[in-house]
């Protein structure tokens, strides 16, 4: 690693080195069933049209309403759904998130008994299988997988190393190596995750060149 990118991935991390599941108190590690359906929940909620910030605050409020387990979110009502995102940073989507998350559940527990695991093993572990399989979710496409990637590699380790591009454009801005394996020889495997979601973030801040002048 050059000093310059050392410089340049240090005040990334030092600014932005939490990633997502981090601060929703996900798991992620642990892949378990739980932590693996939050964290395919917030993707749907990140990928909308909506601020992070407001999303983030979003998925924080399924799980402070209960709805860790797909069981549980089918079993609330529709309108319950729409009570907590309407009133947690979500208002614009409310009613058509609400359904598309009653309807994630409900595809989870029929056709992978609830367990995200199972969707893994069925694709063989093959990222271009499981993407596939993923879309198959409602309001998961292309850039729901892509963030729902970049975290679940902590614990799918067949997709190491995953950068999407969002995380891309901005290392080449700021002049690092713009391809995921060029970005993970200059962190350790464990931090992989926190700095392609840090570049994310200093992307969605616009705060390229705070971190390039910090570095």
């Known amino acids: 690693m050059t000093s310059a990118h050392k410089d340049l991935i240090d005040a990334l991390l030092d600014r932005y080195g939490q990633t997502y599941c981090d601060q929703l108190h996900i798991p992620i590690a642990d892949n378990t069933p739980s932590p693996l359906f939050r964290w395919l929940c917030a993707s749907i909620l990140f990928s909308a049209r909506i601020g992070a910030a407001q999303a983030l605050e979003a998925a924080a409020a399924l799980a402070d309403a209960g709805w860790t387990t797909p069981e549980k979110l089918k079993a609330a009502t529709w309108k319950e759904r729409v009570d907590v995102l309407n009133n947690n940073g979500y208002a614009r989507y409310d009613e058509s998130t609400s359904r598309m998350l009653g309807g994630t559940a409900e595809y989870l527990i029929e056709t992978y008994d609830g367990d995200l695991r199972a969707l893994r093993k069925k ?9 596939k399989a993923l879309k198959a979710f409602k309001g998961l496409g292309d ?24 995380s891309l454009d901005a290392a080449r801005e700021l002049g690092l190596p713009h391809t995921a394996q060029g970005l993970s020889k200059h962190v350790a495997e ?12 200093a992307s969605l801040d616009k705060s390229i060149g705070d971190i390039r002048q910090a570095g």
């Open 123 to 131: 694709a063989g572990r093959d990222e271009a299988e499981m993407r």
């Open 143 to 166: 850039v729901g997988v892509d963030i729902f990637f970049r975290e679940a590699q902590t614990a799918w380790g067949e997709l190491y190393p995953f950068a999407d591009k969002k």
């Open 190 to 201: 464990a931090d992989f995750p926190r700095l392609v979601t840090a570049l994310v973030r």
